[in-house]
């Protein structure tokens, strides 16, 4: 069983940024990816951003350019950097491993299939 424990939410004001870390058990490998998906109140759980055991990233567009993925493999270790934060951004933040191709953002549809969550963190972005 993977276990992910997350940590870094809390609260900012519009612009302002904040740096997510996710502590894995597991160290990706070809195929296998990890990455960042947040669900905010009444509404689905999407994928925000992917990272592969070669560094490759992927991300979800409404992030792209202000949110930056990514990992120390030394200490088994997942980052989400975000800048420019929007109140839309605000949600529960959760680490997640699965393949690559689940957890492609935005990811709805693998939601339901993918076995290995974090407990979450809270990310508010107030206006």
């Known amino acids: 069983q993977v276990q992910l424990v997350e940590s870094g939410g809390g609260s900012v004001q519009s612009g302002g940024s904040l740096t997510l870390s996710c502590v894995a058990s597991l160290r990706t490998r070809g195929g296998y990816c990890i990455g960042w998906f947040r669900q905010a109140p009444g509404k689905e759980r999407e994928g925000v951003a992917a990272?592969?055991?070669?560094?490759?990233?992927s991300y979800l567009d409404s992030v792209k350019g202000r949110f930056t993925i990514s990992q120390d493999n030394a200490k088994n270790t997942l980052y989400l950097q975000m800048n420019n934060l929007e109140p839309e951004d605000t949600a529960m933040y959760y680490c997640?491993?699965?393949?690559?191709?689940?957890?492609?953002?935005?990811?709805?549809?693998?939601?339901?299939?993918?076995?290995?969550w974090g407990q979450g963190t809270l990310v508010t972005v107030s206006s």
């Open positions: 990272i592969e055991w070669d560094g490759s990233t």
């Open positions: 997640a491993a699965g393949s690559c191709s689940m957890l492609a953002p935005p990811a709805y549809y693998y939601v339901p299939y993918l076995e290995n």
